[in-house]
């Protein structure tokens, strides 16, 4: 897989591919996306090609008018004769620009649309991947393969692809016409030209690692901002204000300094690119002059030859910085076809879902000789040898130290991975016989740490099933205790909670959890100490709310404080990957030097 640095994951700076036949060969691969527009696309590079042309026509018709002139001038011409070559250059120059309008319009829209799909598919198979998949990557990794390569590709379309052709076209009919014009005048354009690009190169090169160690810095100085601002809790209350002030202002300092040192060197570029290709025009004009005086030229092929040059000399500017800007275009297209070939564990579709074919779940869950290793980690056994049964309805409470592998466990159940070994049953079937969005849509969780959706509170409680009616979510909320604090806000329902739900309490964001499970009407419930750090209040409402939402639901409960679990049908105790005790609150006690008799001991003597 590519390496990512961290500029890539601030979404600045984009790692180049080598332009050989296979990086090229995928890239074409991933330009499929161009094939239902493929016919407004070929009209657009049509009409850039004929209006490359047309610009070409620009400098044989001005020299044209300038011969016109000379020869008014001495009594040989007419100026009727001028004035049609006006005209036609006037004509030329609005055919021109109609053809500029509609390529530019016609690649900016088939890029547009060729990119909305690209995205739509990327973020289509990122979402379906599996938790192997994110557990081995970054999130700013991710997000810059859907903003920074993406948008690399779209400029590729949009802008890229289209000058390159069109400088390529003015490179090689400008050369052409430079030599049918003079070839004396041409050879001496032919040995100044290279040089300047040359040095355009070297300078470009030089420039582009600068602006590279500039972003870094700026990237470092985004960095700070954000753990900043993530952290801005902690900042206060250690009134660190004036230190992450300090660790800002050295960041900045150090971006200026790369700023400034790209600046001069792109001063000393500049000035250099005014003396030397001013001095090649002045080169030119003096061997021009001096072969007109001699006769060898007409004056208006001079103005021909002088025109074209600067074309050619814009072209061969150009180059250097297209090649850069393809090199950029297909290591993005290579990053984003790395994700696109990935396998996906779900299938994703616009538009609703179709129905499901599943019957409801009973609800019979087990673990048979199940053994578990994290493939991020392979010479760690995280479960080994786990035999655990839950019928229909029971509730099962699972408890034991920290990294014991109670949320392994869920993980399991959830289908987030599968088992090393052994097998996972449901109704008596191994899990891996369901569809996996099937099976999971008859699962719900509402776990310690409650993520909200930065939308509404409604949307956020139908987040358990999308298109609930307006009743049908009250309803849920009612059940879960959520609804009369949902009333006292002045938007009632349409309260935005804000990001990750910070505009509501913790008791708050667990209710509205809760009324999305309970919306969901799950076979399998999954609750991951949902009372934890909550007061008195919130605690005695939320409880109430659970058993509600466990009535007639097979439900897992991962506890920490063991007196919320006393009344469960079952408590198994997980310690070092292993089942090492099972029973109710009471038999467990009764087990002398017994895991949870010591856990228990320890709390509720506290």
Known sequence: MARYSRNDQAGVELPKAKLD????????????????????????????????????AFPYLAGSIVDAALLQNKGVGSMAGMDRTALLLMGVLALQAGLS????????????????????????????????????RRVGELASRLSADLIQIEDTLITILPQFLRQSTLLVGGVALIAATSLKLTGIMLVSLPVLTVVAVVFGRKTR?????????????????EETLQGIVNVKAFANEGYELNRYHEGLGKFLTATLRGARLRAAFVA??????????????????????QGEITFGELTRFILYTTFVA????????????????????????????ETGEVETRLGPPPPSTLPRLRGDVGFENVDFTYPSRPGVKVLQAINLTANSGQRIALVGP??????????????????SAGRLLIDGRDARDYRLAELRGQMSMVPQEVLLFGGSIAENIAYGKPGASAAEIASAARQANAHEFI???????????????????????????????ILKNPAILILDEATSSLDSES????????????????????AHRLATVRHVDRIIVIAGGRVVESGTHDELQAIEAGVYRRLATLQFRT
């Open 21 to 56: 036949r296979e990086s090229l060969r995928q890239a074409l691969e991933l330009f499929r996306y161009l094939r239902p527009y493929r016919g407004r696309f070929s009209a657009a590079l049509a009409a850039l090609f004929v209006g490359s042309l047309f610009s070409l």
């Open 101 to 136: 309008y509609f390529h530019f319009l016609s690649f900016a829209t088939v890029g547009q649309r060729s990119l909305v799909d690209l995205r739509r598919d990327t973020y289509a198979r990122l979402i379906s991947l599996p938790m192997t998949f994110f557990a081995q």
């Open 209 to 225: 690692k600068i602006s590279r160690e500039a972003q870094d810095r700026l990237a470092d100085t985004a960095t700070i901002v």
């Open 272 to 293: 250099f690119i005014i003396f030397a290709l001013f001095g090649a025009i002045v080169l030119v004009l003096w061997s021009g002059a001096r072969l007109l005086q």
């Open 314 to 341: 814009g072209a061969m500017g150009q180059f250097a910085e297209l090649y850069s800007q393809l090199q950029k275009a297909i290591g993005a297209t290579q990053r984003v076809r790395e994700l696109l070939r």
């Open 402 to 419: 920290s990294g014991a592998g109670k949320s392994t466990l869920i993980s399991l159940l959830l289908r987030l991975y599968d088992p």
């Open 487 to 517: 009333q006292a806000f002045p938007e009632g329902y349409a309260t935005l909670v804000g990001d990750r739900g910070i505009q509501l309490s913790g008791g708050q964001r667990q209710r509205v959890a809760i009324a999305r499970a």
């Open 539 to 558: 605690e005695r409402l939320i409880q109430e709310a659970l058993e509600t939402l466990m009535r007639g639901r097979t439900s897992f409960i991962i």
